[in-house]
């Protein structure tokens, strides 16, 4: 398991390339991404070029109203992808955070900090999480938690 400062690097990283995604400064982000892969070899290189170029022409062709909902599907599997690179390569860091600082520099304000936004609509409970996994468990008025539910009938854990 990483240290939590790596993983919220991940976590930047992947903010910072989605966001880079259909803007100018995507070309520096991509060649960014794809050197630091590549210090694993020019085949994984290639690869993560080819999901990249797949990614970016998926925000590209969504409505810009709809892009967001594109990007907050794909920030959790860019995040997944540099967490295993810092992991698989912990000197990596520095060219990530040099990255990440490039990148958010080149980006409109608006596009800095990406945020996902959440709401609930009619009445509905809406439950959302961002790089990690919420366990929700219901039960019915009345009715006994089970005996390991600690947090009692009906809460987020």
């Known amino acids: 398991m ?12 992947a903010t910072a390339l989605i966001g880079a995604m259909a803007t100018d400064v995507w070309q520096g982000a991509r060649g960014g991404v794809v050197r ?6 020019e085949e994984r290189a290639s690869t993560i070029g080819a999901q990249l170029d797949e990614d970016a022409v998926l925000v590209g062709r969504t409505d810009p109203d709809a892009a967001d909902e594109v990007r907050a599907e794909l920030l959790p599997v ?58 929700y468990h219901r039960t019915a008025p009345g009715e006994l938690p089970a005996p390991d539910d600690e947090d009692g009938p009906g809460r987020a854990r």
């Open 2 to 13: 990483l240290a939590e400062p790596l993983a919220a690097l991940a976590g930047a990283g």
């Open 36 to 41: 630091l892969f590549g210090r694993g070899g």
């Open 78 to 135: 860019w995040r997944r992808r540099l967490l295993l690179l810092l992991e698989e390569d912990p000197g990596s860091e520095g060219g990530l955070r040099e990255l990440v600082a490039q990148v958010r520099g080149g980006l409109p304000a608006e596009r800095q900090v990406w945020t996902q936004h959440n709401t609930a609509r009619d009445h509905g409970t809406l439950f959302a999480v961002q790089g990690g996994s919420l366990h």
